[in-house]
Structures are given as C-alpha cells and as structure tokens.
Nanobody, 119 residues
Framework: QVQLVESGGGLVQAGGSLRLSCAAS????????MGWFREAPGKEREFVAAISWSGGGTNYADSVKGRFTISRDRAKNMVYLEMVSLKPEDTAVYSC????????????WGQGTRVTVSS
C-alpha cells in the first residue's frame, strides 16, 4: 500500500512563507519522479513543481518560478515544497504525487494539505 501524506499547510499572510512536506511510504520509491499539484476553489488541479529521482532535475509552473523550490530527501522518502512570497492566488489544496520515470501520468497521490494566503 503506497501512501503519500502531506503536511505543513496553513493560513499565512500575503508575502509570507510556508514549507510543505510529503512523506512517502509503502514501497521503495527508487526511480520515481515526485511532483506537487494544487487545486484552488472552483478551478481544476494544476501542476506546480516536479523533481527527478536524482534531484538534479526540477520543473516549475511559470506562476511559481522564483518563489517555490522543490526538493527531496531520498534517504527519508521525503519531498518538500518551500514557498516564499506567497500570494492570495496561491490559495489551494496542495497534493504531492509520484510516478515512475516511464509513466506519463502520476500514479500515486496524497490527500492534500490546505494553504490559505490572506491579503
């Protein structure tokens, strides 16, 4: 049973920072790409950031470039999303996800953690 559990969400003022964590368990995630997605009220889920197994490759949505940083600790099976200069439009439920390097779609998803940015 694969489990992805997010934490670190909360309420923050615009301009503030948060660090989201995702704990992966249930199997070895060797070779897996990890990603963060978000779903804002009334909107579809959108890609935020992804990181390769090695950690050497990262990818970001244009809306978060320069403000968000994704990282991972392979030994601990943890993935992080450091968010700074938060904006009200960053308000959403943030979920982490995992996929093999050969897969187009993410195969495993967490339940999400809510981030609310007040103006």
């Amino acid at each position: 049973q694969v489990q992805l559990v997010e934490s670190g969400g909360g309420l923050v003022q615009a301009g503030g920072s948060l660090r989201l964590s995702c704990a992966a368990s249930g199997r070895a995630f060797y070779g897996y790409t990890m990603g963060w997605f978000r779903e804002a009220p009334g909107k579809e889920r959108e890609f935020v950031a992804a990181i390769s197994w090695s950690g050497g490759g990262t990818n970001y949505a244009d809306s978060v470039k320069g403000r968000f940083t994704i990282s991972r600790d392979r030994a601990k099976n943890m993935v992080y999303l450091e968010m700074v200069s938060l904006k009200p439009e960053d308000t959403a439920v943030y979920s982490c996800a995992a996929k093999t390097v050969y897969s187009i779609n993410y195969q495993y998803w967490g339940q999400g953690t809510r981030v609310t940015v007040s103006s």
